[in-house]
């Protein structure tokens, strides 16, 4: 199994020595107007998860379609557990707590590396991406919501640019990982009405 491209890339980031680091990380000018505002990127969160539930439940796990979504779904969680879990171990400060990207290991309340929300929309469009962009180009303009997120999460000095780099590729590896799995991992522990989806009950 190769690893995903996203992931050996953010390896290398982070392998870099501390100065390259300090030199890649940095503030940007803070801007929350317009589309960075708070409030977007919580709407772009919300209707990610809104997407992969509905269609997880709405096509069921017996059609291409379903199975993708279904995929996403485990890809969200894994995703989840992943960027949670770097949280707590890194305990990195955020621009908005500090000018110095090297604070890493603050303690409780420095939870910048890696970005959740990038995380999250990056494993939720992944197995679309992998499943269907081959054969439709147009499914790798999916790209552009967690490429909005990282975007916005540095203007906003929720993250340093590494955070969401990493966000990123770490969403990518677990919906690779997800999309490997023919079978699902949440549509196992379902009863079978889950897999027929409620499209096909009506």
Known sequence: MRMPIGFLLTLLVLAFAQPARAQF????????????????????????????????????????????????????????????????????????????????????????????????TSSAIAPFVLEYGYEHPAVYALELLPLYDAIARVKTHSHWQTDVLAGYSLGFAAGYVAHQQDNPWFLRAMPHGFAVGIRSQF
């Open 25 to 120: 990380d940095h503030k940007v000018p803070f801007d929350e107007s317009g589309i960075w505002h708070r409030n977007v990127q919580q709407g772009v969160e919300a209707l990610t998860v809104a997407t992969v539930i509905g269609g997880s439940l709405w096509f069921g796990g017996e059609s291409r379609t379903g199975k993708t979504f279904w995929q996403s779904f485990d890809s969200s969680a894994l995703g989840a557990v992943g960027a949670t879990a770097g949280k707590y171990i890194f305990t990195r400060a955020r621009p908005s707590q500090t000018d110095d990207p090297t604070k890493w290991f603050q303690g409780k309340g420095h939870y910048s590396f890696p970005s959740g929300e990038v995380t999250l």
